[in-house]
């Protein structure tokens, strides 16, 4: 299998693409090369597949639902009660329609954290992407459940993950250090090195938490999480808003990987003074996220590098922080980087995830800077073709099965929202 992108827009020169299984081959002009499949990139930017770094891909199911409200009564009156709820059809559909909406808009991997392991890796499976799952547990500090969240994530790895093709990766998600014992995540942590996998954890979000963390254990998150010894470089913390200066240098010298998501934080009031400047200058690892769609309410990376970078400017009160260009890399660079990938790099040698974007649309027009366009003037939709993994997902703006998903999910949210 094979493809040739012919004359699209790559860092200000046109060029030629070449494609072979699933990795970048070559880049040049007037490549003479058979392929198997021609795209034409006339009018089109050839861009890497964004990196969505912290999602709950199966909440589309609940857009729309438990607006306007702040996080912990959010997710304590109306998202958890319905959870318990979702069967495995749920969490497929629910799946594929992250997906498509993802795929629609330029994300060819995503960071998952959610319930049914194998309902979302199915999803993901047959939509052609790529993801990091995590199998998501919580011990809401009982030792009973603790043992259950053991015995199923060693489960998970001994007769789950090998069943899936290698697009597909296994993380733990210890939900956050509310709702997980310290013992259950040093036994993570252990587990993971054993393994060589990643911790996906949702960190330092609110003010709440962070009192809580203090008046509990006595010490602030990243602290605490230090204290228990469980900061490493497999470690992805979701937010990560609330650190001072010394947890910054924590997070740099253990090499932990933070995703911002300023949709998110902006629509639970979460916090607004995310340290995306003083993270970059310690070393961090800063990649980006949409968080689920109960919460975003989209999983759009376009409008994600938009608010992050715009946000970011107006709590400084400063224009020059966090341009275009960085907020670009922290969509694909950075978020391959965080889950281990060799992607988010049009280079050779690098994977096949890439997009063309459609220039000829208002938003490219004119086309003085093209990062600048993309980040500040687009949105998703000027994404026209997708290819995760050296195969078309996308083209034209079509993606196969798009009605068929959008119907089924449409049905089955409706029934869980309403029998609520
Ligand atoms: N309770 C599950 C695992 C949790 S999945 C991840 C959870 O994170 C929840 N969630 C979504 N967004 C956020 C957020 O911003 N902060 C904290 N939790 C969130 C989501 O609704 C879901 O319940 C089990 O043990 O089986
Ligand atoms: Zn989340």
Redesign the pocket.
Known sequence: MSILIKGVLLNDAVKDVYIEKNEIRHIGTDLQVQADQVIDGKRKALIPGFVNAHT?AA?TL?RGFGDDMA?MPW?EQK??PN?DKLTYEDMYWGTKLACLEMIKSGTTTFSD???QYEATADAVEEMGMRALV?G????GFNLK?AER?KRENEKLMAEVVGNYSDRIRYAA?P??IY?VSGELLKWIHSFTAEHDAPVHL?LA?TEGEVQDSVKKFGLTPVRYLNKLGVLSPRLII??GIYVDDDEIRMLADHDVKVVH?PA?NMK?A?GIRFKFCEMRKAGVTVALGT??C??SNNLDMVEAMKLASLLGKAWRKDPEAIPAGEIFKAATEAGASAIGLKAGRIAEGYLADLCLVDLNIPAFIPNHNFVSNLVYAANGSCIDTVICDGKILMQDKKVPGEEEIMERTAELAYKLVKES
């Open positions: 709950h909440m609940f996080l997710l998202i958890w959870e954290m959610y319930h995590a998501a547990c919580f011990d459940l969240c998600g939900h956050a709702t949702h979000e979701a937010h998501n998110s639970l979460s968080d689920g109960s919460s």
